[in-house]
């Protein structure tokens, strides 16, 4: 069984200073993570893949498979950064094709 | 492109009503995906498609049902709606099945069940 831990519910931080959002994961197989984000009153969208190895908005994500982790990192946050993250893992479904498992989010709130 | 639709984007009933929910894409998806969103428990998969004609169970499938008759839609229906099916729904989509593929999200619906 595939599971994703997000364990903190809420974390507030001060403009410019870093943010780290925690992500544990429980997979058997080789795991493709994703952050998801979803700002006020818009859709679900992603923001960066593990496969892709990219930095978006400023924000990183490191997949450490010995910690079983993948914290999403930014250095300095923003305001417009206030909004709920989820963490995703990918893995198989009958029929084939993939299903994303989601951690129990994390709203970032950025204050002034 | 209007990418993925959901109607309605509210939603109030009595217990035992029935409703369906409809989510439609315009990107030639072959796969699609309901969801359901509750406080503190982050984003449960409910019913998928992996293409026209077919469905299958997700993690809490049970009250709701679901059809693909047309590959641009994917619908949900409740039979008898519960108060514990009061949340937040949504649909999603993506292009293949593949590990690495992000799925599209629709606005979501926000169903009552009083």
């Known amino acids: ?112 | 492109n209007a990418g993925v639709t959901q109607t309605p984007k509210f939603r109030v009933l009595k217990t035992g009503q029935s409703m369906t929910l409809l989510c439609a894409q315009d990107m030639n998806h072959e796969y699609m995906y309901w969801y359901r969103q509750d406080p503190g428990m982050g984003l449960r998969l409910i019913h998928y498609s992996v293409g026209e004609g077919t469905t299958a169970k997700g993690e809490v499938p049970d009250g709701y049902n679901v059809s693909r008759l047309k590959k641009q839609n994917f619908l949900l229906g409740l039979e008898s709606a519960a108060p514990s099916q009061t949340s937040v729904y949504f649909c999603a989509s993506t292009l293949a099945g593949g590990p690495y593929n992000e799925q599209f999200f629709g606005p979501g619906t926000r169903l009552t069940v009083l």
């Open chain 1, 1 to 112: 069984a595939q599971r994703v831990t997000q364990p903190e519910k809420l974390l507030s931080v001060f403009k410019g200073a870093p943010v780290e959002l925690k992500c544990n994961y429980s997979y058997s197989g080789s795991p493709e993570l994703f952050w998801y984000v979803q700002y006020s009153r818009q859709r679900l969208q992603l923001l960066l893949r593990h496969i892709s190895r990219e930095s978006i908005k400023g924000f990183t994500a490191d997949l450490n498979k010995g910690e079983t982790s993948f914290h999403l990192k930014k250095p300095f946050a923003q305001e417009e950064d206030s909004a709920m993250y989820y963490c995703a893992l990918s893995g198989p479904v009958t029929g084939g094709g993939n299903k994303l498992t989601f951690g129990t989010g994390t709203q970032l709130k950025v204050e002034l």
